[in-house]
């Protein structure tokens, strides 16, 4: 990468983060805020809903204009429209208290990450060469699980000095967003990418069927978004509650699990972009990250009954995702066409959206009633299951962690095989 492209991708990957930040900082706080307000978890699910869903109602539409478009006006355009949209959120709110207004806030939101994602992509993919993916890509991831570490602990400051009021949230989110306008703006203008050199022909793309003309690509979409289902219908859902019930409601074991889950994936982000472990094949790391994180990750949390075989499990389910991310982002890059990249990961983020508040609400859902009766009833069944899980408050979620790590590492090893069935073939 020349120096300049260089420097300019450290501005954008820095302010990015720094807006990441922001973003994480609000959907944090806000998911407390509306708990407080409601005390109902459904509707908190609903928040997650209404952030997650616009990206895979909107697909089509975000695979027209992400190919339309350069990232780097991508990227500018969708940072000034959620500059606008929160500080029209903080001004309406002045005047109205509403729990809709913020429904409706992070509607649009989501509506305009569904376009950040992938044209982050394409950005990382436009400045790297080939032999910068993996560093560029886990920069990124570096800098996500920088800003998931430190978020909540800041969001949580910010609603107390706003004695429960989301007024300090927003204006954290609203300032996050400068540093990245400024320097889109300003690096635009000295590349003179202002001008009109967009191809209007290209807003109705030609149609790929991806199944044919991408089988390992399908199968990459078809996991991650398996992936998706199963992190939300455990790790987000009840991973809280299950810790909680299973350490007498201690805060502190809860804590100190959930800075071990951002300290992982630093660790990973760390070992990719120093390369000190460097990915030749991307498929085989791809599904082997999978496998460590589902089969000792998964299994770890459901067996544990304490802090420190919590914490080790927050470790070994973290690690590797940075090597799923970067592995991922990299079989696109290496083995589709540049012109199908804007489809391909528009289809990526759209149906892993999809996945978050489906596994949100069947975590729950099936948490409450069907795995802890299942553990709480006296029959063989019940008994041989409290052998593996324990029998406490919160071992039918534990049991729930137990099912996902078999069926997670099973679909790993499957898709480990499928994918080199289809390879050999093409050969």
């Keep these: 990468m020349q120096k300049q492209n260089y420097n300019f991708f450290i501005l954008i990957w820095s302010t990015q983060t720094l807006s990441t930040l922001g973003n994480l900082i609000i959907s944090y706080g806000i998911g407390i805020w509306i708990f407080l307000q409601t005390h109902r978890a459904l509707d908190v699910a609903l928040g997650i809903t209404a952030f997650y869903l616009p990206a895979w109602i909107f697909s089509r539409m975000v695979e027209k204009y992400i190919k339309l478009y350069s990232p780097e006006k991508i990227l500018l355009y969708t940072s000034l429209c959620g500059l606008f949209l929160w ?93 990245i306008i400024y320097v889109l703006l300003r690096t635009l203008k000295i590349k003179n990418i202002y001008s009109k050199e967009e191809n209007k022909e290209q807003i109705n793309p030609t149609k790929i069927n991806i199944k044919k003309k991408y089988p390992t690509i399908c199968i ?26 299973r350490s007498n409601e201690n805060q502190t074991v809860l804590a100190i699990v959930n800075s071990f889950f951002g300290l992982g994936s630093i660790c990973g982000g760390i070992l990719l972009t120093k390369k000190i472990f460097t990915i030749k094949n991307p498929y085989t790391v791809f599904y082997l990250s999978a496998l460590i994180s589902f089969l000792f990750g998964d299994s770890l949390m459901a067996l544990g009954q304490n802090c420190l075989i919590w914490c080790l499990a927050a470790i070994a389910a973290t690690i590797p995702m940075p090597f799923v991310t970067a592995a991922s982002n990299m079989i696109v890059y290496q083995n589709a066409s540049v012109n199908d990249h804007p489809k391909l990961f528009t289809q990526i983020n759209s149906w892993e959206s999809l996945m978050i508040p489906i596994g949100a609400f069947l975590g729950g859902y099936l948490a409450d009633n069907f795995f802890t009766p299942l553990i709480s009833r006296t029959n063989n069944l019940s008994f041989l299951l409290e052998k593996v899980v324990g029998k406490t408050e919160g071992s039918g979620m534990a049991l729930m962690f137990l099912g996902t790590s078999i069926i997670g590492s099973f679909l790993s090893i499957s898709g480990f095989f499928i994918n080199k069935m289809i390879l050999i073939n093409k050969k």
Excluded: H, W
């Excluded at 729990?99 to 649009?108: E, G, N, V």
């Excluded at 990382?124 to 978020?151: H, P, V, W």
């Design 87 to 179: 500080a029209l959120i903080e001004i309406i709110r002045n005047y109205q208290q509403s729990l809709i207004t913020i429904y409706f806030a992070l509607i649009i939101s989501g509506f305009l990450k569904s376009f950040q994602v992938p044209a982050l992509a394409i950005f990382i993919r436009k400045y790297s060469e080939n032999n910068d993916y993996q560093k560029n890509i886990s920069l990124f991831s570096l800098g996500n699980a920088t800003t998931a570490l430190i978020s909540p602990e800041i969001a949580t400051v910010l609603l107390k000095v706003g004695n429960g009021n989301i007024n300090s949230l927003l204006i954290t989110n609203i300032i996050s967003y400068f540093g």
């Design 220 to 245: 990459l979409i078809v996991f991650t978004s398996v992936m998706s289902f199963c992190s939300n219908r455990t790790y987000e859902s009840i991973l809280s509650p299950m810790i909680l019930s």
